[in-house]
């Protein structure tokens, strides 16, 4: 709590208002900072006070009905009981700050039919509007440390030791150190959940990531092969026409070689047809000038001899002029082709020559088609979705990087909040315990405080250790101590924790009922010595029993007039009945 609100004055209970409440027609009890003690016999309307206060502040606890409804005068269909605090400012300041009035009255009506409602200064409010105004001055009216109606010490006593530290931690104003530790480790485990939440995700977004690079590699070499094939296929295409090329020009070799043989042949042939006229003119002019016939048969002979060579080399001409004819044709039909093939190969590329024959190329572009076949079909928007699953993967990442980082934080923070909460706690029984001790002495007894496991805020307990008579201190619980001694033993803990509760009032009905007189005169000059020591503080304490009165307390008498209770001052000689109502 801060200091601002450590140094607000305590607003206390200036009135409280009963109609047609249990046995109240009408009541009103004037309260005062201090000591409140109100007594009177068994039944006539004492614990109905306290009672009407926890009602009209919201307590669920009612003890004597399991109904409100069950709270409402016999013979009447509605009900009121109101709260009123001093709101007077104290150096300037209101006691409740965020209502500008000199009192706060507090009302729950209440109808058989089970309805309920609240007005805070005539104006309505819902429970939870009441519940949040009062914590904000500390006070909750479930909280049996603040107001313990009959029986409720034995109940005390018997709650889990870890149900009492919660408690002692609300009563003194430490709740939102429990809370706070609760709302952070809520926060801790949101973090942890989502980031396992992202952490799967970020193994889904992992996979995909895998998946999609393979598609990409895969779409990356298939790109790579087809781009391979089509550089073969127009290395194959111009390897096609080279060779036809090549063969063109084996074929003009060919015509020169048969071109230069023909010439060769026509040489020849002239040389024979020379040689024929030559003997033929020699064998005219042997007749006509009478040679012998022994030079004319060899001039004959030599006619036939360069006829026949004639015949041959003219032969051997027309051979050679028919392979010429074909080749050429050859040659024409090869033009063709080479124009076709050439336009083919252009169609694909530029020209290339590597030198390959055209069934090397085609091998190797065979093996490449199988291992295009072998990759299969990719995804053709592989890359697009490899670098969008990437991205996402990163972005992944990085927020469960974040998160890691928010938990480890958080986690921290939890510890640190515990290691607070452990000293606070820690620092509250190191107050509480000599005060605890001081009070049993002076009864007779012994005690001590224990704290346990306070490194686990589920399991962190508080043990109030009492013995009486020079026994040794053992656990407070219902089985331990006698009835008495359980009630020394809570007051006695109770006054002692006292100064460290921030609600501005405490309230206890017939804590006495199991004391011997001794002990009973002890515990109230206790609590009348703390309530002189604590005079910001106000006291209820409702009892069957004589007190002995003192100046300093404010005394109310409860008794029962025909039938409904009536409440009186020491002081007054009238009772504050039904007879002079008013409209609290």
């Given at each position: 709590m801060?200091s601002?609100?450590?140094?607000r004055?305590?607003p206390?209970?200036k009135e409280v208002?009963?109609?047609?409440?249990?046995?109240?027609?009408y009541?009103?009890?004037?309260?005062?900072?201090?000591?409140?003690v109100?007594?009177g016999?068994n039944?006539?309307?004492?614990s109905?006070?306290?009672l009407?206060?926890?009602?009209a502040?919201g307590?669920?606890?009612?003890e004597r009905?399991?109904?409100?409804?069950d709270?409402?005068r016999?013979?009447?269909?509605?009900a009121?009981?109101?709260?009123v605090?001093d709101?007077?400012?104290?150096?300037?300041v209101?006691?409740?700050s965020?209502?500008?009035s000199?009192?706060?009255?507090?009302?729950r009506?209440?109808?058989?039919?089970?309805?309920?409602?609240?007005?805070?200064?005539?104006?309505f409010k819902?429970k939870?509007?009441?519940?949040?105004?009062?914590?904000?001055i500390?006070?909750n009216?479930?909280n049996v440390l603040i107001?313990?109606?009959q029986?409720?010490?034995e109940?005390?006593?018997s709650?889990?030791?870890r149900?009492?530290?919660?408690?002692?931690?609300?009563?003194v104003g430490?709740?939102?150190?429990?809370?706070?530790?609760?709302?952070?480790?809520a926060?801790l485990s949101?973090l942890?959940?989502?980031?396992?939440?992202l952490?799967?995700?970020?193994?889904e977004?992992?996979?995909?990531?895998?998946?999609?690079?393979e598609?990409?590699?895969?779409?990356?070499v298939l790109?790579?092969?087809e781009?391979?094939?089509?550089?073969?296929?127009?290395?194959?295409?111009?390897?096609?026409?080279?060779e036809?090329e090549?063969s063109r020009?084996?074929?003009?070799?060919?015509?020169e070689?048969?071109?230069?043989?023909?010439?060769s042949?026509?040489a020849?042939i002239?040389?024979?047809?020379?040689?024929?006229?030559?003997?033929?003119?020699?064998?005219?002019?042997?007749?006509?000038e009478?040679w012998?016939?022994?030079?004319?048969?060899?001039?004959?002979?030599g006619i036939v001899a360069?006829?026949?060579s004639l015949?041959?080399?003219?032969e051997?001409?027309?051979i050679?002029e028919?392979e010429?004819?074909q080749?050429?044709?050859?040659?024409t039909a090869l033009?063709k082709?080479i124009i076709r093939r050439?336009g083919?190969?252009?169609a694909?590329?530029?020209?290339?020559?590597n030198?390959?024959?055209?069934?090397?190329?085609?091998?190797e572009?065979k093996?490449?088609?199988l291992q295009?076949?072998?990759?299969?079909?990719?995804?053709?928007?592989?890359?697009e979705?490899?670098?969008?699953a990437e991205s996402?993967?990163?972005?992944a990442e990085?927020?469960?990087?974040q998160?890691?980082e928010?938990a480890?934080k958080t986690?921290?923070?939890?510890?640190?909040?515990?290691?607070?909460w452990?000293?606070?706690?820690r620092?509250?029984?190191?107050s509480v315990e000599?005060?605890y001790?001081?009070i049993?002495?002076?009864?007779?007894?012994?005690?001590k405080?224990?704290l346990r496991?306070?490194h686990?805020?589920?399991k962190?307990?508080?043990?109030?250790?009492?013995g009486f008579?020079?026994?040794?201190?053992?656990l407070?619980d219902?089985h331990?101590?006698?009835?008495?001694?359980?009630i020394v033993?809570?007051?006695?803990f109770?006054?002692a924790v006292?100064?460290?509760?921030k609600?501005?009032?405490?309230a206890?009905?017939?804590?006495?009922v199991?004391?011997?007189?001794?002990?009973?005169?002890?515990?109230?000059h206790?609590?009348?010595s703390s309530?002189k020591?604590?005079?910001h503080?106000?006291?209820?304490v409702?009892?069957?029993g004589?007190v002995?009165?003192?100046?300093?307390?404010?005394?109310?008498i409860v008794q029962?007039?025909?039938?409904?209770?009536?409440v009186?001052l020491p002081?007054?000689?009238?009772v504050?009945s039904?007879d002079?109502?008013?409209?609290?």
């Open positions: 801060s601002a609100a450590e140094a004055p305590k206390f209970i208002i009963l109609e047609n409440f249990m046995s109240h027609e009541s009103r009890i004037p309260l005062r900072r201090g000591l409140n109100i007594v016999p039944g006539a309307g004492k109905s006070i306290l009407a206060i926890s009602v502040l307590q669920t606890y009612t009905g399991q109904r409100l409804a709270l409402i016999r013979g009447y269909e509605s009121r009981v109101a709260v605090f709101n007077r400012p104290v150096d300037g209101r006691p409740i965020s209502i500008n000199d009192t706060v009255t507090i009302t009506f209440l109808k058989k039919t089970g309805e309920y409602w609240h007005y805070v200064n005539n104006r819902t939870a509007e009441v519940s949040n105004l009062l914590s904000r500390g006070i009216p479930d107001i313990m109606h029986n409720m010490i109940q005390f006593v709650r889990d030791s149900e009492k530290l919660v408690l002692i931690e609300e009563a430490a709740a939102g150190l429990r809370e706070r530790i609760r709302d952070t480790e926060k949101a942890l959940a989502e980031e396992a939440v952490r799967k995700t970020l193994d977004a992992r996979s995909a990531v895998e998946f999609w690079r598609e990409y590699e895969k779409l990356t790109r790579r092969l781009e391979r094939r089509k550089l073969l296929e127009l290395e194959y295409l111009w390897s096609l026409v080279r036809a090549k020009e084996r074929l003009e070799e060919k015509i070689s048969i071109r230069r043989e023909t010439e042949l026509e020849k002239l040389e024979a047809r020379n040689t024929v006229s030559t003997y033929y003119q020699s064998l005219l002019k042997g007749l006509r009478g012998g016939e022994k030079v004319l048969i060899e001039t004959v002979d360069a006829a026949e015949g041959r080399f003219l051997r001409r027309e050679r028919d010429l004819r080749l050429r044709y050859e040659v033009d082709e050439r083919e190969a252009e694909k590329g530029p020209r290339t020559d030198g390959r024959k055209p069934a090397e190329i085609s091998e572009i093996a490449v088609g295009i076949a072998a990759i299969g079909t990719p995804n053709p928007q592989a890359e979705m490899y670098l969008i996402k993967y990163r972005e990085l927020k469960a990087q998160l890691s928010n480890k986690m921290a923070e939890v510890e640190y909040r515990k290691q607070k452990a000293e606070f706690v620092g509250l029984v190191t000599p005060e001790q001081q049993l002495s002076l009864v007779g007894g012994a005690g405080i224990e496991n306070l686990d805020i589920d962190a307990s508080i043990e109030i250790y009492v008579r020079g026994v040794e201190p053992t407070l219902t331990t101590q006698s009835g008495g001694e359980r033993a809570t007051m006695a109770l006054l006292q100064k460290h509760i609600s501005p009032f405490r206890v009905d017939e804590f006495d199991h004391l011997d007189p001794l002990n009973r005169e002890r515990i109230i206790i609590l009348t309530a020591n604590d005079p503080t106000q006291y209820i409702i009892t069957p004589r002995p009165f003192t100046e300093d307390m404010n005394v109310i029962s007039v025909k039938g409904k209770s009536a009186l002081a007054q000689t009238e504050v039904g002079e109502r008013q409209s609290g």
